[in-house]
């Protein structure tokens, strides 16, 4: 029975209340409401329902709620008391709530949709697909194919998942949550100018979403297309900066080649957050601008997350640099020992490895040419192996010499893998094998000396801070 119905003032009471942003007054307030309306059912049960949002009285609003399903409306008392559970994270008294409230009200769509809710939060996986499938087939609930979408997107089953979202927009052209999820679905699989639509599209009916905006931003900038990535960022972090919008602003000044706005923007995000990403592009600036100890320090934050193996790649790398043969050694043997070596470039652990060996004098001979110029450098071979990179009218030899007289400090740019790389500015241009002119060449040369393993043409800038930090 559903007892006297609200009057008009308390309905309104019960308004102004909930406006109220003190929690302490906003719950007196409704504790004086609720003693003055006890024999109201439906206002008892609105109060006990917003009580149960608040943790340290949800035990509380649980009691209260399950003496008015005795009084009042069984099925809504037993949803509420499933939420109240979910909250809790009680999943297995919040499916006995919500099954309760479907053999009370057997066509709730909104029960049956909660139920398969908290099946997925406590890891019963089929039966959440199984309540999502039934909720869809019986009737057309936008809500239960964007549950089905985000189960395949999960799961890694994109195509599944791209059909369920649509299905989401058949039944509402311009839902945001499908939109946004159909842009993440196409950004993970690299289509990322199909991503950018979905996210300008979902951007379109909440012009101020964070999160949206940083997405749109990064789809443009993988695009290249800097300008707009930059307006759609600005517009991020005018209205909330945060670790993420500032990490997005970093990568997008480093695709401009603006380093230290990068590292600024990078170091500004670890105010707000200590994401691992973060202190590994930190670490990779210093790295590559000489500032090894300094980068070393952000590399060892980056250990045991999920950028372990990165950071233990790098820190090998910057220990050849340093002549410490050992420690790099150590690195790597780590890397090896705990199933990470898939997790990095193949080719730069054993390049690093073959370099130790070299130091070592256990390298074993090889028919490799990296291995062959450790062991025995030829400047000929060099430029033989280097001739494949260029076009037919370029003198390689002559780019040789030039990129020979020109490696110094300045012009360093990285350590990666038991090499050194060089970015050498040309005098005159080369051309690659397109014949497309290019005024650069990047060279790799033996760690730690000038014997030029190979070079070839590009178009990279050099990433180096300024200044030393």
Avoid: W
């Avoid at 297995?92 to 099954?99: G, T, V, W």
């Avoid at 590994?280 to 060892?300: C, D, R």
Wanted: glycine share 4%.
């Amino acid at each position: 029975m559903g007892g006297i119905f609200m009057n008009k003032e308390d309905r309104r009471i019960l308004h102004e209340i909930m406006k109220d942003k003190n929690k302490k007054r906003k719950l007196e307030n409704l504790a004086n409401l609720f003693e003055r309306n006890k024999d109201d059912y439906s206002l008892m049960f609105t109060i006990v329902k917003l009580l149960g949002t608040f943790p340290m009285y949800r035990d509380r609003a649980k009691e209260l709620m399950g003496l008015i399903a005795e009084v009042y409306n069984p099925y809504l008392a037993n949803y509420e008391l499933g939420k109240m559970e979910v909250f809790d994270k009680n999943y297995s008294k919040a499916i006995n709530h919500f099954n309760e409230a479907i053999l009370d009200s057997p066509n709730s769509a909104g029960a049956m949709l909660e139920l398969g809710k908290a099946y997925k939060k406590s890891g019963d996986l089929y039966s959440a697909k199984k309540k999502f499938l039934e909720l869809a087939s019986n009737r057309t609930d936008k809500a239960a194919f964007y549950e089905l979408g985000v189960l395949a997107f999960d799961n890694n089953e994109f195509d599944n998942a791209r059909v369920y979202f649509k299905r989401v927009l058949d039944l509402k052209e311009n839902d945001s949550m499908a939109l946004f999820k159909l842009g993440l679905l196409e950004e993970k699989c690299g289509n990322y100018e199909l991503a950018k639509e979905y996210f300008a599209k979902a951007s379109l009916n909440d012009p101020n979403d964070v999160i949206t905006l940083t997405k749109l931003s990064s789809c443009e900038r993988l695009l290249e297309d800097f300008d707009s990535a930059k307006v759609h960022i600005d517009r991020a972090l005018s209205i909330e900066e945060n670790s993420i919008t500032l990490l997005e602003l970093g990568l997008l000044y480093e695709g401009l080649g603006l380093y230290d706005k990068a590292y600024g923007a990078y170091i500004k995000a670890l105010k707000y957050d200590e994401v691992p990403l973060v202190n590994y592009k930190i670490a990779l600036l210093l790295k590559q601008s000489g500032l090894f100890n300094e980068s070393k320090k952000y590399l060892y934050k980056c250990l045991d997350t999920e950028f372990n193996a990165n950071a233990l790649s790098t820190l090998a790398d910057i220990s050849l640099k340093e002549g410490n043969v050992s420690e790099a050694e150590a690195y790597l043997s780590r890397i090896s020992s705990l199933g990470l070596k898939d997790s990095i470039d193949v080719r730069n652990f054993n390049r690093m490895d073959i370099y130790i060996k070299h130091k070592k004098n256990i390298l074993k001979d090889s028919n490799n040419h990296y291995v062959s110029q450790l062991t025995d450098y030829d400047e000929h071979r060099a430029i033989e192996v280097s001739k494949s990179y260029f076009g037919s009218n370029t003198d390689v030899s002559e780019v040789f010499e030039k990129v020979k007289d020109s490696i110094n400090d300045d012009n360093y740019h990285n350590t990666v893998s038991a090499e050194d790389f060089y970015i050498v500015d040309l005098d005159n241009p080369a051309y690659d094998k397109d014949d497309k002119p290019v005024k650069k060449v990047v060279a790799l040369t033996v760690l730690n000396s000038d014997k030029i393993i190979s070079f070839m043409p590009t178009y990279k800038k050099k990433v180096r801070l300024s200044k030393k930090r």
